[in-house]
């Protein structure tokens, strides 16, 4: 499968707990994109990368969140300290971007907070 | 505030009819719009995509539709079969090559058979 992997499908923690969520990429893709959809709306953009650099973050992104792409391939989503309010699908997208920049996204991680 | 939305929550089409997902867009400075369709349980999956140069563009059975004058897009399937039956959103891109795409509320596309 040469589409965008995440890890793992479904995560299920206490409040208060810390999560690391993993995202693989279209191997040829340099940009990196970290999207939350909640049931209903559609994906609210949270951050991005442009190889290993980090480019923008969203408001959205408290304190909390972090993100990594350490050697521009794979990248990592962290939530600290979680909170009820942070369930919520967590998406990943890869592009080439460009011009006409198409987002190949991943099945997403399904968080759940207790 | 600018944003992206859907008219209409829901459609019901009858299986082999054709369907039109409508989208409205409030910034003008948008110059990339992108369809993307959501089964269960999967990430947006990348339907159709058209620059604001353009009005018109035809895919297999699907065609996107751009109105810059009233900010409007859409989306037509021809001969709506079962598997068409998703979540549908319209998503748009400021101009720049750095910019992010900006996603509107979904509309759920049911096909009867």
Request: net charge positive; glycine share 8%.
């Amino acid at each position: 499968d040469t589409g965008v992997s995440q890890d793992p499908r479904h995560k299920i923690t206490k409040r208060g707990q810390n999560v690391t969520f993993r995202c693989d990429p279209i191997s040829e893709h340099n940009r990196l994109y970290w999207y939350r959809q909640t049931l209903g709306q559609g994906p609210e953009f949270l951050t991005y990368f442009q190889n290993e650099a980090q480019l923008e973050k969203s408001r959205l992104l408290s304190d909390r969140f972090s993100a990594e792409r350490p050697k521009g391939s794979f990248s990592t989503l962290e939530i600290q300290r979680t909170e009820q309010g942070d369930s919520a699908m967590y998406l990943c997208a890869s592009s080439f971007g460009g011009t006409n920049e198409k987002l190949f996204f991943g099945s997403g991680t399904q968080l759940s907070v207790l | 505030g600018e944003s992206v939305g859907l008219h209409l929550p829901t459609l019901s089409v009858q299986e082999g009819d054709n369907s039109i997902i409508n989208c409205a867009y409030s910034n003008s400075a948008s110059d990339y719009f992108i369809w993307y369709k959501q089964e269960s349980g999967k990430g947006p999956q990348f339907i159709i995509d058209i620059r604001s140069n353009m009005d018109k563009r035809q895919g297999q059975r699907v065609t996107v539709l751009l109105n810059k004058t009233v900010k409007h897009l859409s989306l037509q399937i021809a001969a709506t079969q079962p598997g068409d039956s998703a979540v549908y959103f319209c998503a748009e891109r400021l101009t720049g090559a750095n910019s992010k795409l900006t996603f509107g509320k979904g509309i759920t596309l049911s096909v009867r058979p």
